[in-house]
């Protein structure tokens, strides 16, 4: 996902995450979702949400949605007290070191 941030796409690049605040997880069969709770370093903050169907015999595909957040807005507004699935987590140390490194080349 953080190869596929454009700035003229989403309103920021890699290059521009200060930090990752907080994160969830969900992944099924046929399905992986994840969003992220971004500080930049113009000190905005930014919401991504990203989705990933597993293709098996079909063509595989993501969607990236990019929401930008209030001021004192922690979280962004889901439709369901039930949601993020899993949850929201704050553990974002190993996340952290994707955006200062990347990941590293496929083979």
């Known amino acids: 996902m953080l190869d596929v941030l454009d700035a003229d796409t989403h309103g920021f690049a890699r290059g521009d995450i200060a930090r990752i605040e907080s ?3 969900f ?4 399905e992986s979702a994840a969003g992220f709770v971004l500080a930049l370093g113009d000190g ?4 991504v949400d990203f989705l990933h169907w597993h293709g098996f015999e079909q063509e595989e595909d993501f969607r990236i949605e990019v929401e930008f957040l209030r001021a004192g807005e922690p979280y962004p507004a889901f439709s369901s007290a039930h949601e993020p699935q899993g949850g929201w987590s704050s553990d974002t140390a190993h996340l952290g070191k ?6 590293p080349p496929l083979p």
């Open 27 to 30: 992944g099924d069969l046929h």
């Open 98 to 103: 994707l955006c200062v490194t990347g990941l």
């Open 23 to 25: 994160f969830w997880t």
């Open 44 to 47: 905005r903050r930014a919401y």
